[in-house]
């Protein structure tokens, strides 16, 4: 649904600047929520056009309607993502348009946003609740250790664009803000799952997950665990390694107390691992490891609307990875490698003035990394860094919202200091608004690219190796966006924008003499336009057409930069979302899908490097569920999921998973109580 | 108390976190090798001579070779043991220079071949000038009389070796140092020393 934050109490609060604050807090919310998809389609009809699209955390780290929030975004809620048939995030993010996907190895995924697709998953930021999971180690998010359950979501928040103003360093091409479950209706509220299914070759799956939510006065408490085993992704014959199923456990938890009605603690705990095929661009062998996360946070929020200090937040988070194996690797993998990051911040959201306000915020961290391929003086040490920005939104008429954002960071690895803004102007109506925007985001090079250093076992000498003098990536966007509800039932939403990406790394897998990472002197310049629809046909059923198209003004000059490739990126994505419930809402099914245009990857890639040419022909994924309720009380479902790869052509790749073909159904029962 | 100093604490918190963060210092590998070749290098290459002739007991090592330069447009320092050493006949051109070299050693990064034709035949002990430009066996072909090549996984670099001025002395019946100095015909400068055991280890 586009950009559609559960109405929840936004349905009932003005459109205020500044209340609440952070994305953690205030999606925790302090109100009982109301979903709007719970609101008959006449009721509709009662709510304006900013309440319909509601209110959101994720653009500006302060609540603000979605309609004036100065980024592109797409919100997935909890009715689309239990329909949508998806299993895990990544492919629930196929139909959102700026969003590309690519799958490595079982549960190894690449998600990127507006042209950075390619080889490296390191150019957005996951946030769950707010709380960042990218790996500090080289900045990429494993996908297989989000700690909880699709079904389990409230929502997803896609922010598109440069945000590093808002979110530091590595969100310079947006944000993905996974939101836990809040209460909807009866508490406790509690949903169990057994599911198991098959796919194409026989592979079998099995999973089981579940939620626990409790809303109190004084106290909520949010528990979510999910175990998964797919066999049905098993390394194929190609890759010439043994089957390396999927499997994880996963849990998160959250306690908040609500000291007042102003003050308010949060407890965030979590544990993720997940054991699969370490496959990707660099450990192209499909060798399996182990993957763990733990994460935690204590988070105190403060909020008083039209007070000067509006609201406030102090937290103190952190996390920490580790991938290891049972086995030794046979060539060269991740494993043996930890990464810890800690970090204490605050955020404060001011009224100066009834149409003026600010946010001011920093953030000191420290992290470490200790892994093998790391370069002795960077192996091990403890690495500090900060931030800090602030920003101004002003509304000098009633229809128009300005806002201007600027940050710096200190980046862990080099030590600089960089900066990124964003200035925005949103003229807003009864049914439409207009939006303008420019950003200028970075992201930090990773300790892989400044300070790597793979050995070959055979004769210790040096394959890979990083590069301390590289400098930060950058991502400078101008764009225009619009948002049109000529009926209460029909919104649509389009952006154009046009992207300069500079500095881009590139892995120089040619040079023999010494083969490190260096940045890229030519500008990658595109456009872009992504298109969303959401058309309420009935009660019974909801439509969400997308469109992406991406064209290239520059691109590579005969250097392979590991992102931002335009033979990388696929040039028009369509995707396609629906979802409804009928007969008294005791059925419900819904679909999501997208087709891709053809990707082609030619680069010299993997340790030791070899060529890895791989054609992803146009490809159809489609994901569809069909449930029925067995019995009321307690709520029981039968559901049925099915799901679909087919690309339109195979060649083979060191990547096989990108090109293979796929095909499971999964049979479910789920009890709830909400 | 004046109010300066209240923010005394704050100000330190932060210069002891900027001062602590001094960038990621990785050097690439070569910084950790020598060149030594030179007269002011002398002990350092006997040193490593040393070495060489005490691990002959118990492993290959057929001398020491060291160059300094840039290849393919990178700075590139290396001192290693060579690793392998063949000494052929070469039939083309002076009977007087009739023998050709190959030694091969191994880099943090890649393993080197060095192959020089053009070499004096015993009983001369010295020989020091500038190479042919054209080492070919045959009149229409031409070929460099110094080659490079790099070898790592994944991949080779080759070069021909041209305006190649070298040094040739016997140290021993048994050991034959060289020096050269040369331009790679891809772009680049050369300039090192080998110092070889002509001897199998027994």
Redesign the interface.
């Known amino acids: 649904m586009i950009a559609t934050a559960p109405a929840r109490a936004s349905a009932q609060e003005p459109a205020s600047q500044g209340s609440a604050a952070g994305p953690a807090a205030a999606a925790a919310g302090s109100s009982r929520p109301v979903d709007i998809e719970d609101i008959p389609l006449e009721g509709l009809l009662d709510l304006n056009l900013e309440d319909r699209l509601g209110k959101t955390e994720a653009v500006s780290r302060a609540n603000e309607s979605v309609l004036r929030a100065p980024a592109s975004m797409t919100t997935l809620d909890s009715t689309e993502l239990r329909l949508s048939g998806a299993t895990n995030v990544p492919d629930a993010l196929r139909s959102v348009p700026g969003v590309a996907v690519v799958r490595h190895a079982p549960g190894n995924y690449v998600v990127s946003l507006r042209g950075t697709g390619g080889l490296a998953g390191n150019n957005v930021i996951l946030l769950v609740d707010g709380i960042p999971l990218n790996n500090p180690m080289d900045g990429t998010i494993n996908w297989d250790l989000v700690p909880l359950h699709v079904e389990d979501i409230e929502r997803i928040e896609v922010v598109r664009g440069p945000v590093s103003p808002t979110y530091g360093a590595n969100a310079y091409t947006g944000v993905i803000n996974i939101v836990l479950r809040r209460s909807v209706g009866l508490s406790p509220g509690y949903a169990a799952r057994l599911r198991a299914g098959v796919g194409t070759g026989g592979g079998k799956l099995a999973s089981g997950s579940g939620r626990f939510v409790h809303v109190t006065p004084g106290l909520e408490l949010r528990g979510f665990v999910s175990g998964d085993w797919d066999g049905t992704s098993a390394t194929p014959a190609t890759a010439g390694s043994d089957d390396a199923p999927l499997k994880t456990i996963v849990f998160a938890t959250q306690a908040t107390v609500l000291l007042d009605s102003l003050n308010r603690v949060s407890f965030d705990f979590g544990r993720a691992a997940s054991n699969r095929s370490g496959q990707d661009h660099l450990a192209l062998l499909a060798d399996a490891q182990d993957q763990n996360l733990w994460f935690g946070r204590v988070l105190y929020e403060l909020t008083q609307p039209d007070v000067f200090l509006s609201s406030a937040r102090l937290w103190a988070q952190g996390t920490a990875f580790d991938i290891d194996a049972v086995s030794p690797p046979s060539g060269f993998s991740y494993v043996e490698s930890e990464a810890h990051r800690g970090a204490i911040g605050t955020d404060l959201v001011l009224t100066l003035r009834p149409w003026l306000g600010a946010t001011l915020g920093g953030q000191?961290n420290l992290e470490r990394v200790d892994a093998r391929f790391l370069?002795p003086?960077?192996d091990g040490?403890l690495?500090?860094?900060?931030g800090f920005y602030g920003g101004l939104k002003a509304q000098p008429l009633p229809v128009l919202d300005l806002t201007l954002t600027v940050r710096a960071d200190?980046s862990?690895?080099?030590?600089?200091l960089d900066y990124s803004a964003r200035a925005s102007a949103v003229y807003h109506r009864d049914t439409w608004a207009l939006r303008a925007t420019a950003a200028s985001a970075f992201r930090s090079p990773t300790?892989v690219e400044?300070?790597g250093?793979f050995v070959?076992p055979a004769?210790d000498?040096?394959?890979l190796?990083?590069?301390?003098r590289i400098q930060a990536p950058r991502n400078t966007s101008l764009e225009l966006g619009a948002t049109f509800s000529p009926e209460p039932d029909f919104t649509f939403s389009g952006s154009v924008y046009g992207s300069r990406l500079t500095h881009l790394m590139v892995e120089d897998?040619?040079?023999?003499?010494?083969?490190?990472f260096q940045n890229d002197d030519e500008a990658h310049d595109f456009i872009g336009a992504e298109l969303e629809a959401s058309w309420r046909v009935s009660d019974a059923l909801t439509l969400t057409p997308s469109f992406t198209w991406l064209e290239w003004l520059s691109g590579a000059q005969g250097i392979d930069t590991n992102v931002g490739v335009p033979d990388q990126n696929a040039r028009l994505t369509a995707g396609l979302r629906l979802h409804g419930m009928f007969g008294n809402e005791t059925w419900g099914y819904g679909a999501s899908g997208a087709l891709t245009s053809a990707r082609q990857y030619d680069v010299?890639a993997g340790i030791?490097?070899?060529v890895l040419s791989s054609e992803l022909a146009p490809a159809t994924h489609l994901d569809a569920t069909l449930e029925r309720q067995l019995i009321a009380r307690p709520s029981l479902w039968l559901s049925l999921r099915v799901g679909a790869r087919l690309p339109a052509g195979k060649a083979p790749s060191p990547l096989p998973f990108a090109t293979e073909s796929e095909q499971r159904a999964i049979l479910g029962l789920e009890m709830r109580r909400e | 108390m004046p109010s300066g100093h209240r923010w005394a604490p704050a100000i330190a918190l932060c210069a002891g976190v900027i001062g602590c963060a001094d960038p990621i210092d990785a050097p690439s590998a070569f910084s950790g090798e020598r060149y030594v070749c030179g007269p002011e290098h002398v002990a350092e290459f006997d040193a490593l001579m040393e070495e060489c002739r005490t691990l002959r007991q118990t492993s290959v090592c057929r001398g020491v070779l060291s160059l300094r330069g840039s290849i393919d447009a990178q700075d590139v320092t290396v001192d290693a043991h060579v690793t392998s050493l063949s000494v052929s006949d070469w039939p083309g051109g002076d009977p007087e220079f009739a023998r050709a070299i190959s030694v091969l050693a191994g880099s943090p990064y890649f393993n080197i071949k060095l192959d020089m034709n053009y070499l004096a035949v015993p009983p001369r002990a010295s020989i020091s000038g500038e190479l042919p430009e054209n080492c070919a066996l045959t009149p229409t072909s031409s070929t460099t009389c110094m080659l490079l090549n790099l070898e790592a996984r994944g991949g080779n670099y080759l070069v021909g070796m041209i305006h190649v001025v070298r040094t040739m002395e016997l140290e021993t019946a048994e050991e034959v140092r060289t020096s050269f100095s040369a331009d790679l015909a891809r772009g680049g400068h050369l300039e090192g020393c080998f110092q070889v055991i002509l001897a199998p280890a027994l």
């Open positions: 000191l370069h003086n960077a040490e690495r500090p860094s900060y200190q862990p690895i080099s030590s600089d300790y400044a300070a250093r070959d004769n000498q040096i394959l190796e990083g590069n301390d897998f040619e040079s023999v003499v010494r083969r490190t010299r030791p490097p070899q």
